[in-house]
């Protein structure tokens, strides 16, 4: 699947046919299209995914033993809007997605007691820089994590470990420390998504 968005109206347009089909798939009436804010995808999948109620999707764990996805960890109602995500952000789509699974095990509704929010866990400050607007609507969540991996990708030089150590604690403890900051909790982070990618990767 190769997907090259460029512009809110591309990626209006692609959230629209996903959202067709997920219709499709499960059954859902699909709702009257809106129109997109140009500074952030929005879709009519907010609240959908995760909701657990009729016609909503429930988070599904990425360990599921015995589960055959793929490669992917993610939920299949989740793994198109990853892609896109990441491959229009510049991305490489596998390692957003270990970032995700690490993040949030996929689960929208996800909040960190230090405030984080949503399937890439963005801080409030970070979220709004990114004209992320409802940081708990999957598209929206999405997008904006895969745009600020991707700052984190270019500011150090596309080297993967220092752009997670980045996303995970700042991009100025990163210079700092001239690396990894010696943090417990930075330091398993990236171990973790590595381990991930790597993992899928390798299937």
């Known amino acids: ?36 804010p140009s500074e952030s995808p929005g879709s009519g999948l907010t609240g959908a ?20 996805t793929g490669g992917s960890l993610a939920p299949a109602d989740l793994r198109p809007l990853i892609e896109s995500a990441a491959e229009n952000a510049g991305v490489d789509p596998q390692l957003f997605e270990a970032l995700v699974a690490q993040e949030s095990a996929f689960d929208p509704h996800a909040k960190s007691a230090a405030g984080a929010m949503g399937l890439s866990q963005l801080m409030p400050g970070t979220a709004k820089a990114l ?3 409802n940081p708990f ?7 904006g994590g895969a745009r600020y991996l991707s700052q ?15 996303y995970n604690a700042g991009p100025g403890a990163v210079e700092r ?26 299937r």
Do not use: C, W
């Open 177 to 202: 420390h001239g690396g990894i900051p010696p943090f417990r909790e930075t330091m398993n982070y990236v171990q973790r998504v590595m381990g991930r990618y790597e993992a899928m990767r390798n």
């Open 137 to 143: 609507d999957p598209v929206q969540n999405l997008f």
């Open 131 to 133: 004209g992320v607007e």
């Open 49 to 68: 995914i995760g909701a657990g109620g009729p016609g909503g999707f429930r988070p599904m764990s990425p360990f599921v033993p015995g589960l055959d």
């Open 1 to 36: 699947m190769t997907l090259k968005l460029k512009g809110p109206d591309a990626i209006q347009s692609r959230m629209r046919e996903i959202q067709s089909r997920l219709d499709a798939l499960y059954g859902r009436r699909s709702e009257p299209k809106r129109d997109l």
């Open 152 to 166: 984190m990708m270019t500011r150090f030089g596309g080297d993967m470990r220092l752009a997670l150590a980045a």
